[in-house]
């Protein structure tokens, strides 16, 4: 089945340590993106790639890093300088155009705390 | 981006059709509305989307006034597992979009 995976679903890290959190699609989308949830809240884009090679800024940036360097694959870096990182991530996918294009879809979620 | 308006939280009984209002009074001619959900701790999901046309999938059946001001998703037979939180989103399709889920309305499905 296609889909995206996300991993890993629970990580605990201590301050001031450098964390990647993967995210795997087989949908053949173009476009990829990266989410932050707090609890009760919505959602805040943290970085989108619309294809391989080439990405930009959501609106809460600072602090993350990503790669796009395969079509499939999306991985996000939480530095040590992301002040709050204890969040739910989402990871999601879309095709890169057309009313498709905010048709997406998303990955289980990766919960991370900072211990 | 039109912004829209959603009720907070609302109550429905199980077997019962769910109609969920969202207002876009300031959408513009090109933009879709779309609808997601998101059940607790988990990713949101795609529901459905429409332009000026009533759509229908197996999920749910999405209403738009004919000025488009305003939309309704309607879920024909709540259960349980409908409980969640549906966002209502509109935006033009194309590429580029940064989705904003924000607000929504809480939904409970009660036995």
């Known amino acids: 089945d296609g889909g995206i995976t996300q991993s890993p679903k629970y990580l605990f890290r201590k301050e001031g340590q450098n964390v990647t959190l993967s995210c795997e699609q087989n949908?053949?989308?173009?476009?990829m993106y990266w989410y932050r949830q707090d609890p009760g809240q919505g959602l805040r884009l943290i970085y989108y790639?619309?294809?391989?090679?080439?990405?930009q800024k959501g609106d809460i940036a600072e602090g993350y890093s990503v790669s796009r360097e395969k079509k499939e694959s999306f991985p996000l870096t939480v530095t040590s300088a992301q002040k709050n990182p204890t969040a739910f991530y989402l990871c999601?996918?879309?095709?890169?155009?057309?009313?498709?294009?905010?048709?997406?879809?998303f990955g289980a979620g990766s919960r991370l705390t900072v211990l | 981006d039109a912004k829209t308006t959603q009720p907070p939280s609302m109550d429905c009984a199980e077997g019962r059709a769910a109609n969920l209002p969202c207002n876009h009074s300031?959408?513009?001619?090109?933009?879709?509305v779309y609808w997601y959900r998101q059940i607790h701790s988990q990713g949101p999901q795609y529901i459905i989307h429409?332009?000026?046309n009533n759509e229908t999938n197996e999920m749910a059946s999405l209403i738009i006034t004919e000025d488009r001001k305003s939309s309704t998703l309607i879920l024909p037979h709540a259960t349980l597992r409908d409980t969640a939180v549906y966002y209502c989103?509109?935006?033009?399709?194309?590429?580029?979009?940064?989705?904003?889920f924000g607000g929504g309305t809480r939904v409970l499905v009660k036995p």
């Open positions: 999601a996918s879309s095709i890169a155009g057309g009313s498709g294009a905010n048709v997406l879809t």
């Open positions: 949908l053949n989308h173009d476009a």
């Open positions: 790639s619309q294809i391989v090679n080439d990405f």
């Open positions: 300031t959408i513009s001619g090109n933009e879709y």
């Open positions: 429409g332009l000026k």
């Open positions: 989103i509109v935006r033009v399709g194309a590429a580029g979009n940064k989705l904003t």
